[in-house]
């Protein structure tokens, strides 16, 4: 998990962009709501995101939450152990 929301964004009706929020490059680019979905699931449940925040072409978002295929590393899991002097 990233600590960025990923998103689905229409740029006109026959173009749909899946990508973290701020982030200028797109993952994806699909002709269809229904393909950037699916794009956006396969990526959310790959890097572990458990929310997908959709925005319709009216601008009205709504939020689609994702079951991970693995829980997504945190800072406490790559640390390592503790090594007494």
Do not use: C
């Amino acid at each position: 998990m990233t600590g960025h929301h990923l998103e689905v964004l229409p740029l006109s009706r026959q173009r749909w962009i899946v990508r973290y929020e701020g982030d200028p490059t797109p993952l994806s680019e699909s002709t269809t709501l229904a393909d950037a979905l699916a794009e956006a699931r396969l990526h959310a449940r790959q890097f572990g995101e458990p929310v997908i925040h959709i925005q319709g072409l009216d601008g009205n978002r709504q939020l689609e939450h994702v079951d991970p295929d693995f829980r997504a590393p945190t800072p406490a899991d790559v640390k390592g152990p503790h090594v007494e002097p």
